[in-house]
Every structure is written in C-alpha cells, then in structure tokens.
C-alpha cells in the first residue's frame, strides 16, 4: 500500500487579516478566498483559504482571525512547495516579513528557507532544488 502524506490541513492564526492575506499571495504567487464560517463561530473568527483541491494529494488550509487567539510564538511550522525555494526567499522582505534561515540543503530531501511572515509566524519553504 502507497504512505499517505499525513498532514490533511493547517491554520495559520493571524492578528491582521487583510496584511497576512496579501503577504501570502505576494510571496508564494497564489490569490487565498474566503472559507464561510460555520453560523455559531460567526464574527468571533474569519478564515481565508489556500487553493485547494479536494481530490489532490497533499494538504491546505486557511489564514485564521479568531478571538482569543494571537498570532505568532505557536510551535507550529507549515512548509510550502516550491519548484526553488529561493525564488520565495527573494520575495519575504519586500512583502513585509523576514528571512529566519536562507536555503540551505537537506541533501537528499532538497532544500528549504525558514520566514516570519507579517503576524510573527514561522513557515518554511521546501523545494528540491
């Protein structure tokens, strides 16, 4: 039997919204939505989603405002695909985050950068070139 991927689905949590929005978008080239929020969570959080597709392998999720909750200092990190990982790392600073690790190898299993973006969170980008 193929391994599955296990990661399913991810949430970023963010204080501003509309700033994380558009460094995503700038940085990785790719336009998020809104995800409807289920009637009891209404106006305590809003989410916008990644591009996804139901049927395709891997993972997405959203960018997630929800009260109570700040962004940045969690434990988690999301890498995110990339033909070539320094082509993202070009973009980080100019969007309004910054550089933590420049590419760097993991020989066999390609290369990767580490960033903050906008709201303190750390994400990676992974590419195996």
């Known amino acids: 039997m193929k391994p599955k991927n296990p990661a399913v689905w991810f949430e970023i949590y963010v204080d501003d919204l509309k700033r994380a929005q558009d460094f995503y978008e700038e940085v990785l080239n790719l336009k998020l939505n809104e995800l409807p929020t289920p009637k009891d ?3 305590e959080m809003k989410m ?20 109570g909750f700040d962004a940045g200092n969690n434990s988690t990190i999301v890498y995110f695909q990339s033909e070539d990982c320094a082509i993202e790392e070009r973009k980080i600073s100019s969007a309004g985050g910054k550089v933590f690790k420049s590419k760097q190898s993991l020989g066999e299993y390609g290369f990767m950068i580490l960033a903050i ?10 590419s195996q070139k």
């Open 48 to 67: 916008m989603a990644f591009p996804m597709d139901m049927n395709g392998e891997g993972a997405s999720g959203t960018l997630v405002k929800m009260k």
């Open 41 to 43: 969570v209404q106006g």
């Open 117 to 126: 973006d906008t709201e303190g969170n750390m994400f990676g980008v992974h």
